[in-house]
């Protein structure tokens, strides 16, 4: 919102009504660069406001005498201050009980027994330069203590009123339900509908509620609306004013110093309780340095996987610094933080999706094993070939030799050898070599030790997180906010109220069994799913030499995709989808099926699983050993889709997972000795 440095720019407005709220006018932030009052409206709860101050005009001083001032100097000023402060007579704490409204007392100016130290006041001005007209400014236009918690009112979680047995009750959810709404752009009248179905499981229809519940949806819509990622003008000011107004959903914060780096740690208190629902004995993953070229400082996600096995973001990490001693403290400032609400909570295994990742840390602090997510390294290479050759036969072969560079872990020729050959053989592809020798060859050495010595992700997982990664970036980076990437605060906004609210709901619909087209498309959300909805018969395999399968579109039979190198993490899809870079439905689907054929090489999940559990056969069973067994099983392949159980991602580390996992690893004692 643009500042007006001279009163006499506001704009003159005439409310209808005698009486009026701080909603139906249209704020304008008044001051200069430097300082300036906020003045857009975003005031809304029962609250009444009581002098507090106020000047007149002396006694005897003429209008005429008045001419020479100017500007905005006064004639009369009067400060209203909220009801719910400023003092603070709660018991205490930075957090009080709260109360929706004030007490309804005779005196229209008494003030509620219990003062919240809210700090939200206006003062209402007489100027001399336009006598007849009154400005209205407000200082702090939301109800906030001085800590920046809100202190009443319905934007305050916590809110239980004096009243309350006179107003419908609002639970949290249905307060979640209706802010996520706003946020996503539903139509208002949709949201309100959602929202007086809620109160009626709590209260029963009643008309007058409904009209409440109108006026309640629509000021909460007006506060979002006009809520701006821009606290101050200065990003680090805006920051700092952010996690003082948000404490309960930062668990991490470093300001910039000499010493220090920034890092900030986000996380709600409801990915708190996912984290430590979906993440206790099961999978934690990393989806690290979005964002590294165009934000200001990358993004780093710590994801779950839900009871669809779809990758929740549990918390988010934005900082530039990946050493040790900093992921340390934030990452143990989480543990801390999950353990507080569950002590004794435990992740199974953590995903990483960087080779360079601190795997020793990640132990160390997480106490189960690594497990290595192929998928960021594929999308890359993928991405570069679609973009960087214009000839799709040529861009095939080279995706599959890469591939088979992969591969050839297993194989025991020299990667240096393959890859020289590679660079070789497609040399002429300059603008996809250049990239792959800056960007690929200092470190592939260091990704390809790291597939050797840890099991790895499987496709269904590496599909989730993908969907993750991709739903980011169509939130992130489709913003009319020019130049607004390089703002964390725009960043922390766009976090916890879009995104948070997109995945909130998905949540909501899918287990309240609500908003069938929301669940729907949370469903249809990744791949892996998408590809469950293709029948087996629509994909038909080049019987002779394998180098292709082709499915047919359920949507459209002319249609038909080709995936080429079927049945391997580097197969190649001729969909729009697949050459964005994605692991599309097609690729899954014609994989899916390769894994039950003969005569198809194994996935590298699958292979990498065979290398650990050789490795099982020769070597003493330590407990570490179990675990990374037991997890590579539950993350590979060769598992059926019934369309009503989700599929499982691993298994929960508890006694009986010893029994399973050995009864699992004699099923493939079989299979393996009738392999060879
Ligand atoms: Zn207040
Ligand atoms: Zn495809």
Redesign the pocket.
């Known amino acids: 919102m643009a500042i007006v440095e001279s009163v006499s720019k506001i704009p003159l407005q005439d409310p209808p009504e005698e009486e009026f709220s701080s909603a139906d006018l249209t704020w304008t932030k008044f001051g200069n660069a430097d300082h300036h009052d906020e003045a857009c409206s975003n005031v809304l709860c029962p609250t009444q406001f009581h002098i507090e101050g106020g000047t007149k005009l002396p006694k005897g001083q003429s209008r005429d005498t008045l001419k020479k001032y100017k500007g905005d100097e006064h004639i009369e000023y009067k400060k209203y201050q909220c009801s719910f402060g400023p003092e603070n007579y709660g018991e205490g704490g930075e957090i009080l009980p709260s109360r929706r409204c004030r007490t309804n007392t005779r005196n229209r100016a008494a003030r509620p027994q219990s003062m919240r130290g809210c700090t939200c006041h206006f003062v209402v001005k007489r100027l001399y330069a336009r006598p007849s007209l009154a400005l209205i400014v407000y200082n702090e236009r939301r109800h906030v203590n001085k800590s920046g918690f809100i202190c009443h009112g319905p934007l305050d979680r916590d809110a239980i009123g004096p009243r309350a047995t006179n107003i419908p009750y609002i639970s949290n959810e249905i307060q979640q339900q209706t802010i996520s709404m706003i946020h996503l752009g539903i139509p208002e009248e949709n949201i309100l509908e959602k929202h007086i179905e809620g109160i009626e499981r709590y209260c029963g229809s009643n008309v007058k509620f409904n009209s409440l519940a109108s006026q309640h949806v629509h000021k909460l819509s007006m506060i979002i609306k006009r809520s701006t990622h821009e606290l101050d003008l200065d990003d680090e000011v805006s920051i700092r004013m952010w996690v003082e107004r948000n404490r309960k959903s930062v668990f991490f914060h470093q300001d910039t110093s000499e010493s220090d780096p920034f890092v900030l740690g986000i996380q709600t208190e409801w990915q708190l309780q996912q984290m430590v629902r979906f993440g206790h004995h099961s999978v934690v993953a990393a989806d690290s340095s979005f964002g590294v070229k165009r934000l200001k400082y990358p993004l780093f996600t710590l994801l779950v996987f839900d009871s669809r096995q779809h990758a929740l973001p549990v918390a988010w990490i934005i900082t530039r610094s990946f050493a040790k001693p900093d992921v340390s403290k934030w990452l143990k400032a989480l543990i801390d933080r999950a353990r507080s609400v569950e002590p004794g909570w435990k992740v199974g295994g953590f995903f990483i999706d960087d080779a360079a990742a601190d795997i020793d840390l990640l132990r160390d602090i997480f106490g189960c094993p690594v497990l290595f997510s192929l998928w960021r390294m594929r999308r890359s290479w993928l991405r570069n070939i679609v973009r960087k050759c214009n000839n799709i036969e040529i861009e095939r072969e080279m995706f599959k030799r890469l591939g088979t560079i992969v591969y050839n872990i297993w194989g025991g020729t020299s990667t240096s050898v393959a890859l020289e050959q590679f660079m070789l053989d497609f040399v002429d592809q300059t603008d996809f070599m250049e990239y792959f020798r800056v960007s690929w060859v200092p470190k592939i050495e260091m990704w390809l030790s790291t597939r050797r010595n840890f099991p790895l992700a499987s496709q269904e997982a590496s599909g989730a997180l993908e969907a993750y990664h991709v739903k980011l970036k169509a939130k992130l980076f489709d913003d009319s906010h020019l130049g607004a990437l390089q703002r964390v605060d725009w960043l922390v906004h766009k976090l916890t109220t879009e995104l948070h609210s997109s995945y909130w709901l998905d949540r909501f619909a899918d287990e309240s069994d609500s908003f069938q087209n929301v669940k729907e498309g949370y469903i249809a959300s990744t791949s892996w799913h998408r590809a469950f909805q293709i029948p087996d018969s629509a994909v038909t395999m080049d019987g002779k030499d394998r180098l292709f399968a082709k499915?047919a579109s359920q949507k459209d039979s002319s249609v038909t995709?080709i995936?080429w190198n079927p049945g391997s993490e580097f197969s190649f899809?001729?969909?729009s989808?697949?050459l964005q870079g994605n692991l599309?439905?097609?690729?899954i689907k014609v994989n899916t099926i390769c894994e039950n054929l003969q005569g198809y090489q194994p996935s590298m999940s699958f292979r990498s699983f065979e290398e650990v559990l050789m490795d099982l056969w020769r070597k003493p069973v330590d407990d570490s050993f179990e675990l990374d067994v037991s997890l590579a099983w539950t993350h590979q392949k060769g598992r059926t889709y019934n369309g009503k159980r989700s599929l499982i991602l691993a298994t929960p580390v508890n006694r009986n997972t010893k029994s399973v996992v050995m009864h699992k690893k004699n099923r493939k004692r079989k299979r393996l000795s009738r392999l060879r």
Do not use: E, L
């Open positions: 499915v995709r995936v899809c001729d969909c989808w697949s599309c439905k097609h690729v």
